[in-house]
Antibody
Framework: QVQLVQSGAEVKKPGSSVKVSCKASGGTFSSYAISWVRQAPGQGLEWMGGIIPIFGTANYAQKFQGRVTITTDESTSTAYMELSSLRSEDTAVYYC???????????????WGQGTMVTVSS | SYVLTQPPSVSVAPGQTARITCGGNNIGSKSVHWYQQKPGQAPVLVVYDDSDRPSGIPERFSGSNSGNTATLTISRVEAGDEADYYCQVWDSSSDHQVFGTGTKVTVL
């Protein structure tokens, strides 16, 4: 069965950037939408953006437009999320999640990565 | 942007039924998905497309959706059901995924 394995925890300075990876194993990668969802400490889930690798075009939540970039590398079945101009409020666990259905972005994320803690602190 | 509103908390005794609501404008016209999240863990999909269950999810979890309210129902609640629950929809007008505010279920 498909698994999503994310890169490890990061500590970053305010104003810098972070790039988190999400590697899929055990199944098809290119035709399923991957979304990035973050969760600040004690807070709820927040969708940041998503992409269907075979189509290559990402879309982003308005809140993160201009600061987030989601890309994929089909040769390694890996998705990436880069967030720039980091501030303390970006301290959160970042998850990648796969849509249940091929070639659609209808939600229903049935597979999640384990999460990557990103801490922004001076 | 589309907003989904959930009650912050629901308390239920073991063996009873918990109902968690998710309110949104004409949400009945959308497909609603529900996630369970336990502390320190990634969310788990428990209901999708309003009322379907992924394999491995107990029949005790069910969903409905009509008008401006979707509901996740947990029957015969067990201590292990204590968790945060989130509803989610895809908003076609913005092509964005939207999560509800989350509900903490406490088993008394």
């Amino acid at each position: 069965q498909v698994q999503l394995v994310q890169s490890g925890a990061e500590v970053k300075k305010p104003g810098s950037s972070v790039k988190v990876s999400c590697k899929a194993s055990g199944g098809t990668f290119s035709s399923y939408a991957i979304s990035w969802v973050r969760q600040a400490p004690g807070q709820g889930l927040e969708w940041m953006g998503g992409i269907i690798p075979i189509f290559g075009t990402a879309n982003y939540a308005q809140k993160f437009q201009g600061r987030v970039t989601i890309t994929t590398d089909e040769s390694t079945s890996t998705a990436y999320m880069e967030l720039s101009s980091l501030r303390s409020e970006d301290t959160a666990v970042y998850y990648c999640a796969r849509d249940k259905r091929e070639l659609l972005k209808l939600g229903a994320f049935d597979i999640w990565g384990q999460g990557t803690m990103v801490t922004v602190s001076s | 942007s589309y907003v989904l509103t959930q009650p912050p908390s629901v308390s239920v005794a073991p063996g009873q039924t918990a109902r968690i609501t998710c309110g949104g404008n004409n949400i009945g016209s959308k497909s609603v998905h529900w996630y369970q999240q336990k502390p320190g863990q990634a969310p788990v999909l428990v209901v999708y497309d309003d009322s379907d269950r992924p394999s491995g999810i107990p029949e005790r979890f069910s969903g409905s959706n009509s008008g401006n309210t979707a509901t996740l129902t947990i029957s015969r609640v067990e201590a292990g059901d204590e968790a945060d629950y989130y509803c989610q929809v895809w908003d076609s007008s913005s092509d964005h995924q939207v999560f509800g505010t989350g509900t903490k279920v406490t088993v008394l």
